[in-house]
């Protein structure tokens, strides 16, 4: 069992930055696999990157891709979203999810690869 909480949302405008963090807590977090999704009002929820347990491989969906930078620390149990020159289409409620599996298995870009998730934040970017 894992427990995620996320911090680090807010209000800002298009073109600016905000970095999302992900805590973890109970079982060892260098055994995840960690991924960060995103719904928007009305829409189902997406994804947007995800990173390796030991965070030597990334991979971003095409909408993010050359803004938005996943990494992590696993000195301090916490996974990042760093998100550069945000647009009013990047509003949602961002999530990270976790994942056990083998340091070579693919990243998954699904929900259902995905069994523990924190609560959200939202990130709401104005224009």
């Known amino acids: 069992q894992v427990r995620l909480v996320e911090s680090g949302g807010g209000l800002v405008q298009a073109g600016g930055s905000l970095r999302l963090s992900c805590a973890a807590s109970?079982?060892?977090?260098?055994?995840?696999?960690v991924g960060w999704f995103r719904q928007a009002p009305g829409k189902e929820r997406e994804f947007v990157a995800a990173?390796?347990?030991?965070?030597?491989?990334?991979i971003y969906a095409d909408s993010v891709k050359d803004r938005f930078t996943i990494s992590r620390d696993n000195t301090r149990n916490t996974a990042y979203l760093q998100m550069n020159n945000l647009e009013p289409d990047d509003t949602a409620v961002y999530y990270c999810?976790?994942?056990?599996?083998?340091?070579?298995?693919?990243?998954?870009?699904?929900?259902?690869?995905?069994?523990?998730w924190g609560q959200g934040t939202q990130v709401t970017v104005s224009s």
């Open positions: 990173i390796s347990r030991p965070g030597s491989n990334t």
């Open positions: 999810a976790a994942r056990s599996q083998i340091v070579t298995a693919p990243l998954g870009t699904t929900d259902q690869s995905y069994g523990y």
């Open positions: 109970g079982r060892t977090f260098s055994m995840f696999a």
